[in-house]
């Protein structure tokens, strides 16, 4: 599976961006496979890398709490595209986003399909004051 990811750029205090990140390989792998869930995560310098919002092949949604109310995650089933909006940015919001997806692989083992993370090259976003 191989992740586009785009849409980073430098944005006021306030303003607001939109990612968009495009699975691709999965139509065409060797073997039965799909989509978990599809994803994004951010890691500032001096942080760990944390969970920005997530989208499951349900349709749940799950947002960390510094974002919860500001940015909406939401996922193009048809092209295996996720986006995120983000609106009312703040410096703090300042990181690389990475779009993450979690897909499973069924290799005719009989224990059932593999699990596997994937992630993009990242984007940056940078939010001035």
């Known amino acids: 599976v191989q992740l586009q990811a785009y849409g980073g750029g430098l944005v006021q205090s306030g303003g607001s961006l939109t990612l968009t990140c495009t699975a691709s390989?999965?139509?065409?792998?060797?073997?039965?496979?799909?989509?978990?869930?599809m994803g994004w995560y951010r890691q500032a310098p001096g942080h760990q890398r944390e969970l920005v919002g997530e989208?499951?092949?349900?349709?749940?949604?799950y947002y960390g709490n510094s974002v919860k109310g500001r940015f909406t995650i939401s996922r193009d089933a048809t092209n295996d595209t996720v986006y995120l909006q983000m609106n009312s940015l703040k410096p703090d919001d300042t990181a690389v986003y990475y779009c993450?997806?979690?897909?499973?692989?069924?290799?005719?083992?009989?224990?059932?399909?593999?699990?596997?993370?994937?992630w993009g090259q990242g984007t940056l976003v940078t939010v001035s004051s």
């Open positions: 993450k997806t979690v897909t499973w692989v069924d290799y005719g083992d009989p224990s059932g399909p593999s699990i596997h993370d994937n």
């Open positions: 989208v499951t092949q349900g349709g749940s949604t």
């Open positions: 390989g999965i139509l065409y792998s060797t073997y039965r496979m799909g989509l978990n869930s």
